[in-house]
């Protein structure tokens, strides 16, 4: 095989809480997962079928600071958990999807709220307004083996210690099996892969010097301040 004629771009990874790295190959988000969410946002929360966009991997940020971004006035917060998976496929049933999950991760799907706007109106893909540089704050993975498969519990975002965000897993309309066999028919999973399962109501803006605090009680606290 020949020389790369540019250096090749680093492996994105993400610290894994008992020790190592998860190495990154792709990030799907699902929209509008929680019903309080949908109709914040002006939609209808009935279980229609899920939708997925996607982040790069190189907008997961592991940093705990998170740069305000340039061309937005409006820029919000969306607290998420986040699977990893350790295999994958296509076609794969929703009974055996978990067997799939390495582990569990808090996240946030930070948005250019009036960009992605402008692009709804438009009918333009979301990328300008989700998949910018640091737009994907994550915490550590924690393994099954460590944690079990996450199915409830309250997850929560403040800001500055004001809650802002307040949901439970057990209000997801399409539960994480449900996802990954989902997604697994219009894509091949694999190995790498992570899932952003959707937020909570309660979006809202943030603004340079504000702290953001995830917390999911069997992950703890991702703690990310706006820079």
Known sequence: MSEYVIPAPPITSIPVASGGAFPVRRVYCVGRNYAAHAIEMGHDPDREPPFFFQKNPDNLNTTGRFPYPPRTSDVHHEAELAVALKSGGTNIPVEHALDHVYGYALSLDMTRRDLQGEMKMAGRPWEIGKAFEHSAPIGPIHTVTDVGHLEEGAITLRVNGALR?????????????????????????????????????????????????????????????VT
Do not use: C, H, R
């Open 165 to 225: 965000q307040e949901g439970n897993l057990n209000q997801l309309i399409w539960k994480t099996p449900e996802m990954i066999s989902y997604l697994s028919e219009y894509f091949e999973l694999a190995a790498g892969d992570v899932i952003m399962t959707g937020t909570p109501s309660g979006v809202g803006p943030v603004s340079q010097g504000d702290v953001m605090d995830v917390e999911l009680a069997a992950l703890g606290k991702l703690s990310v301040t």
